[in-house]
């Protein structure tokens, strides 16, 4: 495993124990992945963790009309996966795809699960982990039902600076629940705004 990628795996899962540190590094593996490549398919039990080491990836959800919803985008970083499935051990209902040529870590749940039970440290950092996912999703939803598309669009940016340019932008039109048409308004609107 190259150095770089090293040191951002213990970045993205900053343990300062020495074993647990070794233990994560034996358990992950990189790989590139290019882009709109399915990781994740609906009716899949989640097994792994993927830690986003370059690129760009997002879950998705497909409707019975076969239109996508895109969920969140994950970059540089970020971890993804179907907690929800591989907690329960149950189908799940989403899919994580790349929308960029990518590298990531993948990690078994089961090592989770492993470290987790050997070590308090790894337990007490994993479930602060899903807590602030937990809320992370908690204001996500509590926005798609009170804010205005174009709120919720600003809000992306401040919280994802360049991530709009990466993006194609039926997915970020998806993400607010939106036509890219309405999306292109949207941005036609602010750029008139940030003109005065």
């Known amino acids: 495993m190259e150095k770089k990628y090293k040191n951002q795996i213990l970045d993205i899962l900053p343990f300062h124990n020495e074993k647990i540190k070794n233990q994560i590094l034996e358990s992950i593996r990189i790989i590139e992945i290019p882009s709109k490549k399915i990781l994740l398919f609906e009716g899949d039990i989640a097994i792994n963790l993927f830690l986003v080491l370059k690129g760009c990836l997002r879950t998705y959800f497909i409707k019975d009309n076969g239109n996508e919803i895109t969920s969140q985008f994950f970059i540089e970083n970020h971890m993804v996966a179907s907690f929800e499935s591989a907690l329960t051990k149950t189908p799940s209902r989403q899919y994580i795809d790349t929308i960029e040529d990518s590298i990531i870590g993948i990690i078994n749940f089961d090592n989770i699960t492993k470290l987790m039970n050997e070590s308090d440290t790894a337990n007490k950092y994993i479930n602060e982990y899903l807590v602030s996912r937990l809320i992370y ?46 999306l292109s308004r949207i941005r036609a609107r602010l750029q008139q705004i940030n003109k005065r």
């Open 137 to 182: 999703y908690m204001h996500n939803r509590e926005s798609f039902i009170l804010d205005k598309p174009e709120k919720r669009y600003i809000k992306l940016i401040k919280e994802n600076p360049g991530i709009i340019s990466r993006i194609p932008q039926q997915y970020i039109a998806s993400y607010l629940g939106i036509t890219p048409v309405s």
